[in-house]
T-cell receptor, first 112, second 113 residues
Framework: GESVGLHLPTLSVQEGDNSIINCAYSNSASDYFIWYKQESGKGPQFIIDIRSNMDKRQGQRVTVLLNKTVKHLSLQIAATQPGDSAVYFCAEVIPHAGKSTFGDGTTLTVKP | DAGVIQSPRHEVTEMGQEVTLRCKPISGHNSLFWYRQTMMRGLELLIYFNNNVPIDDSGMPEDRFSAKMPNASFSTLKIQPSEPRDSAVYFC???????????FGSGTRLTVV
């Protein structure tokens, strides 16, 4: 039968490999971007952010890249671990909007 | 800090009943957001408050939904009467600034039968 609901992009990686999760954002005026991680049964959790005057920002095992020309954001996770399995959301903020707009999310599965 | 606190964690109710979800934001955060998450629609913003004042309620699906923030430390989301299609996980989030990201609560899983 026909499936209903959002068809979230999925990414399956082997433990220890690097992961790259992509996000296309919608508004060229957005000036702040955030990645969230949502584990099963929990609320989304802030991972890392980047402002539009930057094109790269690094955290612990995570790096966010911003390409404003094509309105593309990516999250790189180094040495992916089973605990990284989750749904990852990108969010964009338009100046003076007072709120973030969330993407649909990508499901990351890490195979041991 | 205990983070954003939501109650109850789970709620099962019969169609037609009133449901009240509660949220305590992080102290000092001046923005509060209510989201609904379903498999069909993903994460939807229902309403948000800034300094206890509702700023944007365009995401509230129907008049059956209402939200209040009587003070800086408490907010409620009420559904009256509830319907099976309201079944979802409802999240509350707070922020000190949109440019610092949100802190989400653990959510309330609502099931309307």
């Amino acid at each position: 039968g026909e499936s209903v609901g959002l068809h979230l992009p999925t990414l399956s990686v082997q433990e220890g490999d690097n992961s790259i999760i992509n996000c296309a954002y919608s508004n060229s005026a957005s000036d702040y971007f955030i990645w969230y991680k949502q584990e099963s049964g929990k609320g989304p959790q802030f991972i890392i952010d980047i402002r539009s005057n930057m094109d790269k920002r690094q955290g612990q095992r995570v790096t966010v890249l911003l390409n404003k020309t094509v309105k593309h954001l990516s999250l790189q996770i180094a040495a992916t671990q089973p605990g990284d399995s989750a749904v990852y959301f990108c969010a964009e903020v338009i100046p003076h909007a007072g709120k973030s707009t969330f993407g649909d999310g990508t499901t990351l599965t890490v195979k041991p | 800090d205990a983070g954003v606190i939501q109650s109850p964690r789970h709620e099962v109710t019969e169609m037609g009943q009133e449901v009240t979800l509660r949220c305590k934001p992080i102290s000092g955060h001046n923005s509060l957001f209510w989201y609904r998450q379903t498999m069909m629609r993903g994460l939807e913003l229902l309403i948000y408050f800034n300094n206890n004042v509702p700023i944007d309620d365009s995401g509230m699906p129907e008049d059956r939904f209402s939200a209040k923030m009587p003070n800086a430390s408490f907010s409620t989301l009420k559904i009256q009467p509830s319907e099976p299609r309201d079944s979802a996980v409802y999240f509350c989030a707070s922020s000190s600034s949109t440019y610092y990201g949100y802190t989400f609560g653990s959510g309330t899983r609502l099931t309307v039968v």
